[in-house]
């Protein structure tokens, strides 16, 4: 996600590091092994009048380990119900419509499992459904589950609800939670940041919309069939990390073809799409060239009512339409830098959320580096240099570290997540020079891509391609120990 602030105004100096030998890549898996992806196969109704989604989702699964006889689901819906925050205060105005919250939810009609169901609950503040089976599972075994919702949508410019004639659509299906050193992992949702660590997996949705809705979706739309007075939508994609959707009838579409892959741009109004598409082209072009291939077969950008400047998913990035164009070309270069950094390269942006921010802040600056606009980038360097020595002589040390899991990082979060990330990086292509270093970061996006890369593998990765054991370096800067010139 892209925060909407500018950072602050101070001094900042960088260092060095003395290298020494290359450290070998982590042996273990990153993610639990399963022999095939997880399959969603979804289907979704949207009641517009009502707000409502009716969802049926059918998940195969592979279970990651020897005697597990519970399996767990986020249901990212609850986190808009009543007593939960899903934005922080600052921004409840900018989120919701009616300048008050609004809530939402989800419904549990039915779990069924092909192996019988004993009991089902909700815990973790009725974020994670348990199912409990009859049996003990065995590692491998492949289960299906059949899930039916009725999913209530908040009103707000969020990842799940709807305002202003926008229906956004993602995370409204019961999703496995990943499983990890023997346990299922149970994130709360926290009103910043993005609390997810997604796994690749194969999707398919059978959308039901009110006739005439237009649909940006994260992957192809692979079939339209009208039914009455609701066009049905058939999205797939084979890998990815989520299906999403932003659907209004206020949205026109401008699409162009990149290679054999299509480029969408959805937009309500404004002269300026061919110059927006241009800078998404650009960005993808850019991003190749340095990181390795996009790794979706479309890529959708959608100008929608947002309460921030804007939000990733994979292959989906829904921009604020109310940005200028120059803000806008910013914020799609973050979001689209995010299809390699969260999307290609999986992370746990809940567990080490400054890995895809810090790597998308920095590809976005290295965008304009490149493209003759040398004083941008050193700009965007300088701002958070500013921020961060600000926050530094503030808070000292403690109060910059950024190696901590998002309920750490409340205070604070942009300027050490994005500003401390965009330093280690930019310090990193400077003492390594740009070439080199993003040769080392091609590296890592293809060690891991379709994986979740933890900070290990990434430290280890470029330490490999580098040819220098950059631990200590990480380290300094993680812990908020750089010495200051
Ligand atoms: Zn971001």
Redesign the pocket.
Known sequence: ??RSACLAVALFALFSLAGCGSLPLPKERETAPVPSPTQYHITAELDAAEHTLSVLTDIDWSCPADDLSAVKFYLYPNAYKEGHEVVTKDKVEAAYPGGSPSYGGSEILSALCDVPVTDTSLGEDDMVLTLRLSRDLKKGERVRFRITQKVTLACIKHRLGYAEGYYYLSGFYPVVCPFSEGVFLTYPYTPFG?PFRLETAEFSLDLSLPIGTACAASAEIVRRETQGSTEIYSIASNSSREVAVVASKKMFVEKRSYGDKSLFYYYESGSNKERILSVIEDALRYYEECFGAYPYSTYTVVSAPFFES???HAGLTVISKDLSFAYKKKTIL??TA?QWW?GKVGNDEFASPWI??GL??YSAAAYYKAAGQEAVYRELVREAEDAYAVRLSVKGSEGVRFDLPLPELADGYYDRV?AGGLLLFSTLAERFGTKRFHAALRDFAERYAGKVATQGALISSLSQSLEEDLSAFFQGWLTGVVPLQ
């Open positions: 996600m892209k993005d804007g939000v990733e973050h979001e995010h969260f895809d921010e998308a802040e994005y």
